[in-house]
Every structure is written in structure tokens, then in C-alpha cells.
């Protein structure tokens, strides 16, 4: 299988975790995030690691002032892509919530870098109040899967959908 950069996207709570541990089991992956390295400064400055609507914004704040400063997030995600690149991992998730930062890292990738949003369950929270999380919709992804199966049947259908759109990218 030829390698495949992934950005996956969703509001808080979707599963795009819980639905990229799954992938892991069927394919050798790579998870990051745009944020993480905003959660390390957060943490080691007093942040407690809670998701609370709060620091969701607090992080969200963090990221943008990043962006606008150093591009921190997108330097992060870039040295990733290289270790990627000379890995022996077949998928990379890269978890990126703005849609203008979901654009500027396709455009530094290049070909094999897709778009997937994951739509949570009905009724699941779709507003956290900050400008990164309640923009999640407003991106033309290539891909979207609805994750509203049980528990005991998410990974089957998921790893069904991931065969099929790995399939149609080639």
C-alpha cells in the first residue's frame, strides 16, 4: 500500500480518536495532531489536560496566537511528515481543526494527502464556543464518515469505510 497523509477533523467528542485506535489495529498508522504541541507549552505553564469548554478555547486562543507568530503547528506537523515519510507507517491521521490550517498543510504535502471529517452521533455536542472547533463543517472534505454505530460495530464499519476509500486514492 502506498503511503496516505489523512487529515481527519470533527467536532470535540466525535471519535476521531477512538476511530483512528481502531484503524491502528488494521493498518500501521501514525496519529498527530496540529494542537499537541500548544498542549505541551499549555501544560507545562499550568494547564491540567482538562476538555472542558474552558480550555478548549484556551488551547484553540494558544494555537491561533502560535499560528499568527511561528507557524508553530504546521512546523510541528512538517517534521512529522518526515519521520512519516521514512517510516515504516502506512497512514498518517493529522488532526487539524481550521479549515485555513487544513488548506495550508494540503498544500505543503501535496498529492496522497486527504480529507476526512467525522460526524459524530445525533444529538452530539456541535458548538464548544471557540472559533476552532465550531468551524469544523465549514471545509468541502474529501471524504465523510458518519460514526453513529455502536461501540461494538464502529470498527467493523469504519474499517470497511477506510478499506474502501483507501481503494478509491489508490
Known amino acids: 500500500m502506498k503511503k496516505k497523509v489523512i487529515v481527519i477533523n470533527g467536532s470535540g467528542g466525535a471519535g476521531k480518536d477512538t476511530l483512528c485506535e481502531m484503524a491502528g489495529k488494521h493498518y500501521k498508522i501514525m496519529n498527530v495532531s496540529s494542537i499537541d504541541p500548544i498542549k505541551k507549552i499549555a501544560k507545562d505553564n499550568g494547564w491540567n489536560g482538562d476538555k472542558s469548554e474552558k480550555s478548549r478555547k484556551f ?6 496566537l502560535f499560528v499568527e507568530f511561528n507557524d508553530l503547528p504546521l512546523k510541528y506537523l512538517l517534521e512529522k511528515y518526515d519521520v512519516f515519510k521514512n517510516g515504516d507507517e502506512e497512514i498518517m491521521f493529522v488532526h487539524i481543526r481550521e479549515p485555513r490550517e487544513i488548506a495550508k498543510f494540503k498544500a505543503e504535502i501535496g498529492e496522497n494527502c486527504y480529507t476526512l471529517l467525522i460526524r459524530g452521533r445525533v444529538g452530539a455536542r456541535t458548538a464548544w464556543n471557540n472559533e476552532s472547533d465550531d468551524a469544523v463543517e ?13 461501540l461494538e460495530d464502529a470498527e467493523e464499519d469504519f474499517i470497511q469505510f477506510m478499506r474502501e476509500t483507501i481503494r478509491k486514492i489508490g
Open 138 to 150: 465549514k471545509y468541502d472534505y474529501d471524504f465523510y464518515y458518519e460514526n453513529c454505530k455502536p
Open 59 to 64: 488551547l484553540a486562543d494558544l494555537k491561533t
